[in-house]
Structure formats: structure tokens, C-alpha cells
């Protein structure tokens, strides 16, 4: 396959400004290669017993191949909103129809020197049997929060799912101390 382009590199995404208003569009793969600013969604899935969906993404991916992450989620298509995204790709990553609208959190603006988007956080539960998509998910499991604490220094995470998850963690304590 090394002479196959990357997954989904030909999806067409809107390209936003630093407000996440639209400015325009571009293929996945040149927003990625010129570092153009786009939406994402991150999704935490939770078993029936609140454990946290985490996987390991397969080496095709066109972002971070082959690292763990915490979080369901992708790229926001050209004209989709965040909702629909965050159903959307919940369901394609964990093989499932019909499940619950994720529930949207809070947004956050991630910039590296290498990438940059606008990103919105969701929860959903799913208490579904999960059949992973081949193309998205090389290894899966559930981890109580206990075990992914312990999982986050040993494992190698994605850098904008593993800021996501401190975002998430602060947001959360946020919500207990208020």
C-alpha cells in the first residue's frame, strides 16, 4: 500500500478562521499538508458500566497512525455541523447505528507548529456490542478511568486527543468545585 494516497485524504473539509467562521474549503489532505485551519469532534464513549472506549489507531491513518487515543472522532465534512459529525463518526468508529446524540461539552482552539483546528468534546454512552471499523481501530478496549490514569504515561497517545482529555479532566473539576 505504500503507493496508495492516505485515508481520506480526498475529504473535503471547511477551512475556518480563528473565530471558526468558514473561509473556505480544501481537500483533507492539503488542509493537513499546508496547515489549514479546520473542525474536529472528539467523542468520549462509555460502556454500560462507564468505562472509557480507547483504541489504537491503524499505521493507514493520515493523522497520528498508529498511536493510542481516548477519544472517537474526526474531521467536520465541508458543510456538516459539529453535531452531526460527532454522531456521524461515533458511529462509524464503533460500528454501531442508533446510538444516542453525543453530548456536546465545550470547544477549544489546538495549535501545534504542525497542525491546527477547531475542536469540539462530546460524551455519549453506548451501550451497544461495538465492531470497530478496520480502518480506524487496530486495537480496542474499555478502561475504567483508573486504568487509563495509569495507561497515559506508558502508552503513546495522539497529542490533540491526549489535550482534549486534560481539557476534559479540568472541565469536569470545574463542574465539582462550582
Known sequence: MPDQEPLSANELLDIVDERDRVVGQARRGD??????????????????QGR?????????????????DMFVGGVVGAGEGYDEAALREAEEELGVRGLPAPVPL???LYETPEHTWWSRVYEVRCELPV?????????????TEEELTRRLPEWEWVPDGREAYRRLMEW?????EA
Open 106 to 108: 465545550f470547544s477549544f
Open 131 to 143: 465492531d470497530p471499523q478496520a480502518e480506524e481501530v487496530a486495537w480496542y478496549d474499555f478502561l
Open 31 to 48: 488542509a493537513m499538508a499546508h496547515r489549514l485551519r479546520h473542525r474536529c469532534v472528539f467523542i468520549q464513549a462509555r460502556d454500560a
Open 52 to 68: 472509557v472506549f480507547v483504541h489504537r489507531r491503524t499505521a493507514e491513518k493520515l493523522v497520528f497512525p498508529s498511536l493510542y
Open 172 to 176: 469536569r473539576r470545574e463542574r465539582v
